[in-house]
């Protein structure tokens, strides 16, 4: 049962340009929400985050939106970098359960120059 | 300020061996989770030890077992090993047990298992 999905594989985007990963999960029970960077031969390093009860954060060049009641998420890069390219994690907790993290499969992004 | 650390980097065993991994946290930090993360899939929880307790698990059989030390650092063990054990192993610390401090994950260590 995956309680969060992140349905694209793969993302390809040019330099400069606006990047969105999408992320869906199932359980209504989670009140908190995590975008994790991953690069290779390297632990995950975390990104953004975001409450339930906020709609929107932002951290400079990244931003993440969280639509409750379509259980959807997704993160805004813009503008995308070369070193953006890496693969992204959505991740999604319960409150007093900071560390179990369930994650999404991941999509992988390449900037193009 | 070392950052999480994870020993051995790679590990190459045979079905129904045992395996001890390690990981050192953050600095500051108290509490260890591990995580599993098969090939093309995201990482899954396994446990978290907070106070040298096992606190919180995942869905995984009684063969991955745990240890935290007095030092914060911790031991993943892992019994009887299957072809299915095969896996980056994450481990991730951060601070206060249940608190909504953010994990920092070290580099992982890779397991095969032949």
């Known amino acids: 049962d995956q309680q969060v999905k992140q349905n694209s594989p793969s993302l390809s985007v040019q330099e400069g340009r606006i990047s969105i990963l999408n992320c869906d999960y199932t359980n209504s029970m989670f009140d908190y929400f995590l975008w994790y960077k991953k690069y290779p031969a390297e632990g995950p390093t975390f990104l953004i985050s975001?409450?339930?009860?906020?709609d929107k954060n932002e951290d400079g060049r990244f931003t993440v939106f969280l639509n409750k009641s379509a259980k959807h998420l997704s993160l805004h890069i813009v503008p995308s970098q070369p070193g953006d390219s890496a693969v992204y994690f959505c991740a999604a907790r319960f409150t007093g359960t900071a560390s179990k993290l369930t994650f999404g499969t991941g999509t992988r992004l390449q900037v193009t120059l | 300020d070392a950052g999480v650390t994870q020993s051995p980097t790679h590990l190459i065993k045979t079905r129904g061996q045992q395996v001890t991994l390690r990981c050192s946290p953050k600095s500051g930090h108290d509490t260890v989770s591990w995580y599993q993360q098969a090939l093309g899939q995201g990482p899954q929880f396994i446990f978290q030890y907070y106070e040298e307790e096992e606190r919180q698990r995942g869905n995984f059989p009684d063969r991955f077992s745990g240890h935290q030390f007095p030092n914060y650092s911790s031991e993943l063990n892992v019994n009887a090993l299957l072809l299915g054990d095969s896996a980056l192993y994450l481990c991730a610390s951060n601070t206060g047990g249940f608190t909504t401090d953010t994990q920092y994950f070290g580099p992982g260590t890779r397991l095969t298992v032949l």
């Open positions: 975001i409450s339930s009860i906020k």
